[in-house]
């Protein structure tokens, strides 16, 4: 992955996910240690829409291994702000830095950015209802580790017990919703058994989620009662924002998932946060929460990723087993 952009979940290997959420749990526990891995390494978060978790989580994997972080924080402050284009942009960032992140609202950002000469590695952060790679990557980490615990396996999991999956809201208009189902379509359908899709549009899947779905032959059920089929789910992927344009918008609001809803025992229940009022807090100190794990793991995935990007694997250093106690 040395020099690799990331920009679309399809581009990256079933062998190349699971070596990174190796690495990350060996960085998550403390296994290993890469502190000072990306010293000399500038790190630019170019970020042209709101992000608190994905800029954040970026910025701290890069200082966790000795890397320079330089940001754009709000897309206004920049000079596209004055009508730049993002190819002029991109231009000079590689003068600037040695990867970026950019997330951006429109879905031909990374076209657009890397239309002139941008030859730095360019890392998807998130291009308008398009694709959110790295938070899917997050995601399935995520479960990998909880899944992992439960059937007393290793990370990463191997084939075996398959789950019911349950998505509430519209993957062709979320990115988060629909980079994680790309993902479990391509890379795990070895650990899925169905997926139901929640939501008040009619045609919730665009064509190529739709394929990547059925030729991973898994069963594919769309429907807008959440009561009907909440009962079978072993894992709940609920969101309700999505990007239009340059806003954000609620849909598919009357699907709430909260200490009321009839969930199995054991049941997942993930989200990508931020949420709204979709995704009740009485959750949070129940075993169903996977969400704030999401959102701690990310840290070690994004870590694991930008060593993998700049070459700095080598680098990497096994803990003394006294500093794990």
């Keep these: 992955m040395e020099g690799a952009s ?28 890469a502190s000072r891995a990306l010293e000399g390494v500038i790190v630019l978060t170019a970020f042209f829409e709101p992000s608190t978790r994905t800029r954040l989580s970026f910025e701290s994997a890069a200082h966790r291994s000795g890397a320079s972080v330089i940001s754009v924080p709000d897309g206004r402050v920049s000079s596209v702000h004055k009508g730049e284009s993002l190819a002029d942009t991109g231009v000079m960032l590689n003068s600037y830095a040695d990867i970026v992140v950019l997330r951006h609202p429109s879905g031909t950002a990374l076209d657009d950015i890397r239309a002139t000469r941008l030859n730095i590695p360019l890392i998807n952060g998130g291009n308008g209802c398009a694709e959110h790679p790295t938070q899917a990557m997050a995601d399935w980490y995520a479960l990998h580790k ?128 931020a949420r709204l009022s979709e995704l009740g807090a009485d959750l949070d100190g129940t075993p169903h929460n996977l969400y704030f794990d999401q959102a701690d793991g990310a840290v070690f995935v994004r870590q694991a990723l930008l060593l993998a990007v700049a070459g700095r694997l080598d680098r990497i250093r096994r803990s003394d087993p006294e500093d794990l106690g």
């Design 6 to 33: 990331i920009l679309q979940v399809n581009e990256l290997t079933q062998t190349q996910l699971l070596s990174l959420f190796a690495l990350a749990s060996d960085l998550e526990t403390g296994r290993r240690t």
């Design 146 to 273: 909880r899944c992992a615990d439960r059937d007393g396996a290793e990370i990463p999991l191997r084939p075996g017990r398959r789950r019911s999956l349950g998505v509430i809201g519209t993957p062709r208009r979320m990115r988060a919703l629909r980079s994680f189902l790309l993902m479990g379509a391509v890379h795990f359908p070895h650990l899925l058994r169905e997926v139901t899709v929640v939501s008040e549009d009619p045609q919730p899947l665009d064509a190529e989620l739709a394929k990547a779905l059925a030729d991973a032959s898994l069963p594919v059920v769309c429907t807008a009662d959440l009561r009907q089929h909440v009962g079978r789910f072993d894992i709940v992927y609920q969101n309700s924002l999505t990007l239009v344009g340059t806003e954000y918008e609620v849909f598919d609001s009357a699907f709430r998932i909260d200490g009321d809803t009839p969930l199995k025992p054991d049941a997942l229940v993930m989200h990508p946060l």
